[in-house]
């Protein structure tokens, strides 16, 4: 089983910077395959954000791309997300996401690729 913990959200201006953190506790030997950053604005469908292969290959939705960094710290076992020069319309629920086993997701593309263990999400507000 896994288990990720999410924390980080929070309340920031326009412009701001957060870093969102996400604990990973697995019964898994190895890191994940794939992990990922998702959001949910209210109303709107789930958006990706960014993903992380377990080769430290990166994805980045075109909102983000710039602005949004994805990192893990294997010895540690979590994954990050910095954003800076926040925008209202980044506003959403933030989820990280993960999928075991590894080494490689189906179809080989984390960005394309299922997940199958999901954080609680955490809340970031951009005000104007």
């Known amino acids: 089983q896994v288990q990720l913990a999410e924390s980080g959200g929070g309340l920031v201006q326009a412009g701001g910077s957060l870093r969102h953190s996400c604990a990973t506790v697995?019964?898994?030997?190895?890191?994940?395959?794939?992990m990922g950053w998702y959001r949910q604005a209210p109303g709107k469908e789930r958006e990706d954000v960014a993903t992380i292969a377990n080769d430290g290959f990166t994805a980045y939705g075109e909102p983000v791309k710039g602005r949004f960094t994805i990192s893990k710290d294997n010895t540690e076992n979590t994954l990050y997300l910095q954003m800076n020069s926040l925008k209202p319309e980044d506003t959403a629920m933030y989820f990280c996401?993960?999928?075991?086993?590894?080494?490689?997701?189906?179809?080989?593309?984390?960005?394309?690729?299922?997940?199958?263990?999901w954080g609680q999400g955490t809340q970031v507000t951009v005000s104007s």
């Open positions: 996401a993960a999928f075991f086993p590894p080494p490689t997701p189906p179809g080989g593309s984390c960005w394309t690729s299922p997940y199958n263990y």
């Open positions: 697995s019964g898994y030997t190895g890191s994940s395959a794939c």
